[in-house]
């Protein structure tokens, strides 16, 4: 039991944080990722932001709802994520999957830009949350039962996203330890 704590909590660790806002709750209280908003204004900067943003809790739902199985293979993971911060979702969910873990409920993010690079027509849009675990909880998959060794709370939360192709993903990712935000 500890070792499945100590793999979950790992495992969190590497993807913990975030997708609460924008998120489109079903009646049954299912996440979903959210669509790329579709932005009104002229500015290559504002556009990229907002699109940034949307990538960056789109992946996160998109992780909540893979670790209900869970699935490393979710398509909706490789539409929001690309570089090390597939690799690791992708190793977080395979480590689950192996041990018996699900989760369940969704981090909650407030994700602020950082940075923008270029300045005048962006290609990557660098990110910082603060992103909260609480009611993103762990389980065992055989009996739904709580793992609560597995540490939850608020994260510093650092993130880089970019543009692939015509799509918003994000890169790379880093979550800080529990009370960093």
Request: a neutral charge; charged letters at 20%; hydrophobic letters at 35%.
């Amino acid at each position: 039991m500890y070792r499945h704590a100590v793999i979950a909590n790992l495992a969190v660790g590497l993807v913990l944080a975030a997708a609460g806002c924008g998120s489109d709750e079903s009646p049954d209280g299912a996440t979903s990722p959210s669509p790329q908003p579709a932005v009104t204004s002229t500015s290559p900067r504002a556009t990229a932001e907002a699109k940034a943003i949307a990538a960056y809790n789109a992946m996160w739902q998109a992780m909540a709802k893979a670790g209900e199985v869970p699935d490393p293979d979710a398509p909706e993971l490789r539409q929001y994520a690309d570089g090390d911060a597939l690799r690791g979702i992708v190793g977080a969910l395979v480590t689950y999957r192996e041990t018996g873990v699900v989760t369940r409920g969704a981090p909650v993010t407030t994700p602020r830009v950082e940075s923008v690079s270029p300045s005048d027509n962006p290609t990557q849009v660098d990110v910082v949350d603060c992103g909260d675990s609480t009611n993103w909880t762990t389980h065992k998959k055989s009996t739904g039962e709580l793992i609560k060794e597995d540490p939850r709370g608020r994260r510093r939360i650092t993130a880089s996203v970019r543009l692939v192709g015509n799509t918003w993903k994000v890169n790379k990712f880093d979550a800080g330890a529990i009370g960093s935000c």
